[in-house]
């Protein structure tokens, strides 16, 4: 059994920074893709970031919505989101979650590819 559990949400001010963090307890992570998701009120989750199970980083493991990081190369546990200008679009439930199901080198970038998921942690960006 993996348990995910996230942290780092809170309250800021438009233009302001926040760094999540997902801590993974269970079983060894080497070979798992990490991400993060977000869902807004009233709509569907959305992909924001990963890292491959390869653990090695692409374009993709960014995206104009936060920063993927780890503590060090390669890293999996703990993992982060770097969160810069925040607009108040930005404000949802943030989730990190797991598989070691897809291509060893693949960007997973759909709810459905992972298996696991955190409860989500609350980021709310004030005017």
């Known amino acids: 059994q993996v348990q995910l559990v996230e942290s780092g949400g809170g309250l800021v001010q438009a233009g302001g920074s926040l760094r999540l963090s997902c801590t993974a307890s269970?079983?060894?992570?080497?070979?798992?893709?990490m991400g993060w998701f977000l869902q807004a009120p009233g709509k569907e989750r959305e992909f924001v970031a990963a890292?491959?199970?390869?653990?090695?980083?692409?374009p993709y493991a960014d995206s104009e919505k936060g920063r993927f990081t780890s503590p060090r190369d390669n890293a999996k546990n703990p993992v982060y989101l770097q969160m810069n200008s925040l607009h108040p679009e930005a404000t949802a439930v943030y989730y990190c979650a797991a598989e070691a199901s897809t291509r060893w080198d693949s960007i997973p970038n759909r709810g459905p590819d992972y298996d696991y998921w955190g409860q989500g942690t609350q980021v709310t960006v004030s005017s």
């Open positions: 269970g079983r060894t992570f080497g070979n798992y893709a």
């Open positions: 890292i491959r199970r390869s653990g090695s980083r692409t």
